[in-house]
């Protein structure tokens, strides 16, 4: 089947859903078996399939519990989609070894997904860890 561009935004839109109402078994219906995730706060900055996938998303959540993303602007084709969100969040748990500091952090992410077979096969964000370590007080 060939995807819509529409199509391809539905689905990166339901991941981001997926994390926003921290609805672990909706990462199912979007990303394939064998995702690649690259992300900097991620152990070795990647996370590959779904299973580890979960579980990364579960160490965010534990760490950040009102993690939110907001995204602010798209631009997509049919196999790619890419966005600019605002991140929002709350350091209230241990998260890589940081001890909670209950400080609100908020930061900009760009994301750049490739779909193909109606999956989310690949992404990765970009943000400046720099800044959340900043504003999470532990660097200036």
Do not use: C
Request: aromatic share 8%.
């Amino acid at each position: 089947m060939v995807r819509t561009t529409a199509q391809s935004e539905e689905l990166v839109r339901a991941y981001v859903d997926a994390w926003n109402e921290q609805n672990y078994s909706a990462i199912g219906d979007v990303v394939s078996e064998s995702v690649v995730a690259r992300n900097p706060t991620a152990p070795g900055g990647v996370v590959h399939g779904r299973d580890e996938l979960e579980a990364f998303m579960r160490g965010v959540i534990a760490s950040f519990p009102d993690f939110h993303v907001s995204v602010l602007e798209t631009l997509a084709d049919a196999e790619r989609v890419m966005y600019e969100a605002k991140l929002t969040m709350t350091h209230e748990g241990e998260f890589d070894g940081i001890p909670p500091t209950g400080r609100e952090v908020e930061v900009r992410e760009m994301a750049a997904y490739r779909i193909a077979d109606e999956e989310v096969q690949e992404y990765r964000v970009y943000f400046d860890l720099q800044e959340v370590l900043a504003q999470l007080g532990l660097s200036e």
